[in-house]
C-alpha cells in the first residue's frame, strides 16, 4: 500500500479527517480525530483493509469539538454493501447526529444524504451490493449535491448552514454517544471529512486519487483495478474505455507524473477486459 502522507497530498484542500480503517480507527490527518471501536472487525478493502460490520459495529469519535462543527461539509467514502436489507430505513455511513449523515436507503441502495439545514433523507442514485463504489456527498450553504464513482448525480435545495452540536461523529452507525442504531452491513473504507464542499473537478481527484493508490496495491487486483503507462499526452480529456461492442462505457483518468509518464487509472468491473478506442 503506498504511504497514506502521499495519499494525502494528492487530496483537495480542507481535510479535517481521514479514516483510512486498516485495522484500527486512526484518523491520519493533522487533527488526529481517532475514533473509539466499539465491536469491529476489519477486512480486505478497497485499499488496504476496511470495516466490516454485520449490523452490530461503529466506530465514534465521542466529540470532535470545533474540528467538526463545521458550516459546509464534503464526506467521502467507499463503499462495499453485503445486504441492502438494513434494519432501518438507511443503513448510515457517516452520522453527526441533528448535524450531518450519509447512507444507503433500505432495499434500492440509494445513496442518501441529510444536513441540519433540511434535516430529511435525500438522493436515488443506487450503489449495488457486493462491489466497491466510492460516494460523496456535500452542502454548499443552497444546495446538496451527490456523488457516486466520482460523477455527480443530482442535486436538491438545501439552504443554510450545518448546526453544530456536541453529538459524536460515526462511522457505520447513528446515534448518540451510549446509543447506536441503522447500522450499514458490508465494508467501508477511506472515508473522508471536508471543511468545505468539493466541487465536482475535486470530487473526481478524490476518487481518482484512491483509485490510483489502490490500483498500485497488490491487494486490489481482483477488484477490478486495471492500469497501464503509455507515453505523455497533452490532451486533458478522460481516455475512454468501452467493454465489448455494445456494452457499457467507462472513463479512466490520466496523471501525468514527473518523469513525463502518463498513468492511466479508473475503475472496471472485476474480470472485464477493456479495449482502447479514444484518446
Known sequence: QPPLTDLLDLLPSGVVGYWPLDG???????NSLDTVVHDADWTPGFLGLAFI???????????????LSLETITISAWVNPSSLNVALDVGIIVNKESSFEIGLRRTSGALQGAYSPCWRWFGTAP???????HVASSIDGLLQHNYVNG????????????????????????????FHSSHFIGSIDEVAIFD?????NDIQAVHSSTALAASKSSGRSQ???????IDSSDDEEPLIVRQGAGS???KLFLSAQPSETVHIYGILPAGSVATIFSL
Open 24 to 30: 484500527d480507527g486512526s484518523d491520519v490527518s493533522a
Open 53 to 67: 460490520s454485520e449490523g452490530l459495529s461503529v466506530l465514534f469519535v465521542a466529540n470532535g469539538g470545533a474540528l
Open 127 to 133: 450503489v449495488p451490493a457486493h462491489s466497491w463504489t
Open 151 to 178: 460523477e455527480f448525480v443530482e442535486h436538491a435545495s438545501c439552504v443554510g448552514e450545518i448546526i453544530a452540536n456536541g453529538n459524536p461523529f460515526k462511522i457505520g452507525a447513528r446515534g448518540f454517544l451510549t
Open 196 to 200: 468545505r464542499h468539493l466541487g465536482d
Open 223 to 229: 477488484a477490478g483495478i486495471r492500469s497501464q503507462t
Open 248 to 250: 457499457s462505457t467507462y
